[in-house]
């Protein structure tokens, strides 16, 4: 069963508009949860990890425990936003833990 | 199932050993990539292959060698294991170097190096 969702595998929203790139998981003990993104002919890199709650390049996400979901959102994209994104859930694995990547959400953002 | 794979899922072996981590994807991408997860969960590139020849060699000790037979697979061969060795490691493949098309992780494998 898949631990990590998103559920689009493409989005697209116009320059200045709010964007939501969702992300869902499926774990029985106390998540923690990522944002990675690869913009073009770049590396993957992280953008943000929940337990440091911070804000990078204007994006923000919330663990919501009830909902089991940790998505990926920014009030205002910006067209340099354009990039895949994953979510990633670190997953415990006999004492040690294991990141596992959902399938990721294109992002573009139109002038 | 087209899939990235990995085998073994887990590996566990002494200090001083060589070993081989195998990658396969049946997706016929032509970009294939070895990364590793630290300490802190965090990933990190260490090789990627294009169409078998290698474009990133990220300052990765030599004991570490990728190899790629076909583009469908890229092997990581590690001598003389060092305790600090241990770690996940994933392989991932996707259409085209650094395309923002997705990149497909495989499940990982967990290397512990007693």
């Known amino acids: 069963a898949q631990r990590v969702t998103q559920p689009e595998k493409l989005l697209s929203v116009f320059k200045g508009a709010p964007v939501e790139l969702k992300c869902n998981y499926s774990?029985?003990?106390?998540?923690?949860l990522f944002w990675y993104v690869q913009y073009s002919r770049q590396r993957l890199q992280l953008l943000l990890r929940?337990?440091s709650r911070e804000s990078i390049k204007g994006f923000t996400a919330d663990l919501n425990k009830g909902e089991t979901s940790f998505h990926l959102k920014k009030p205002f994209a910006q067209e340099e936003d354009s990039a895949m994104y994953y979510c990633?859930?670190?997953?415990?694995?006999?004492?040690?833990?294991?990141?596992?990547f959902g399938k990721g959400t294109k992002l573009t953002v139109n002038p | 199932d087209t899939a990235v794979s990995q085998t073994p899922k887990y590996l566990v072996t002494q200090m001083g050993n060589d070993k081989s981590i195998k990658c396969e994807q049946n997706?016929?991408?032509?970009?294939m990539y070895w990364y590793k997860q630290d300490s802190k969960k965090f990933l990190k590139i260490m090789f990627s292959?294009?169409?078998?020849?290698?474009?990133i060699n990220e300052t990765v000790p030599n004991r570490f060698s990728p190899k790629s037979p076909d583009k469908a697979h890229l092997n990581l061969h590690i001598n003389s294991l060092e305790l600090g060795d241990s770690a996940v490691y994933f392989c991932?493949?996707?259409?085209?170097?650094?395309?923002?098309?997705?990149?497909?992780f495989g499940p990982g494998t967990r290397l512990t190096v007693l």
């Open positions: 991932a493949s996707s259409p085209l170097p650094w395309s923002t098309d997705t990149q497909y």
């Open positions: 774990y029985s003990g106390s998540p923690e």
């Open positions: 929940h337990i």
């Open positions: 990633a859930l670190a997953e415990d694995e006999g004492g040690s833990e294991k990141l596992v």
């Open positions: 997706l016929g991408h032509d970009t």
């Open positions: 292959y294009n169409n078998k020849e290698l474009i």
